[in-house]
């Protein structure tokens, strides 16, 4: 009789531990996979920072080069494509990626591309409107770059925990994916040289 509740007693604790295990695996997994859609909300964030700045850039520009609306009009639909490409954190593949990518990359050319046309302008440059929205514009730059590596990192964290043996048979059986990183196009990795 003593033999029997012993076995018991060992299984019932077998089974606790097992599913104690389990369970601090899939919270553990899932507790990085919030950290990844954390770090992409902020990677999106700093994004919108700049793509909100871009309409009192525009605006600051255009009273001093008004016949440079080709350039202004780039600006304005290159950052209307760059709002317009959403990921879902929880849905991350290669090709949404590429996409979002190419959308930034495309606003970034942009951007550059209306500096060099300031230069043409001394008056602006001395603006001081334009002065604290290039500082603004700057820091922005700066804080997209921050949080892209940031992201990474996070992203890295998570894809090499579901990877992990034996953390891979659990992620297969609940449904974790791994998450894309954040690449950019070649020469994209770097603010856009703006020189005053």
Do not use: C
């Not at 909300?41 to 600051?60: F, M």
């Not at 990518?101 to 060099?116: I, N």
């Amino acid at each position: 009789m003593k033999k029997s509740y012993i076995i018991l007693i060992v299984i019932g604790l077998l089974l606790i531990i097992t599913f104690m295990w389990i369970k601090g695996t899939y919270n553990g997994m899932v507790t990085k996979e919030e950290g990844v859609t954390t770090a992409w909300a902020q990677v999106e964030n700093v994004y919108q920072r700049r793509a909100d700045l871009i309409p009192n850039l525009v605006k600051t520009v255009k009273g001093y080069a008004e016949h440079e609306k080709s350039t202004l009009t780039e600006v304005i639909n290159a950052r209307s494509k760059a709002t317009g490409v959403n990921i879902n954190a929880n849905n991350m593949d290669a090709a949404s990626m590429q996409k979002f990518m190419a959308a930034q990359d495309g606003l970034s050319s942009a951007l550059s591309k209306l500096m060099v046309v300031v230069e043409k302008y001394p008056d602006l440059k001395a603006n001081q409107n334009f002065l604290e929205l290039q500082s603004q514009l700057e820091g922005t730059e700066n804080r997209i770059a921050t949080e892209r590596r940031r992201f990474n990192e996070t992203a890295k964290i998570y894809n090499v925990s579901i990877r992990k043996f034996p953390s891979n048979i659990f992620a297969g059986m609940f449904g974790f994916n791994t998450k894309e990183y954040f690449s950019a196009s070649e020469g994209a990795d770097k603010a856009p040289e703006v020189e005053f």
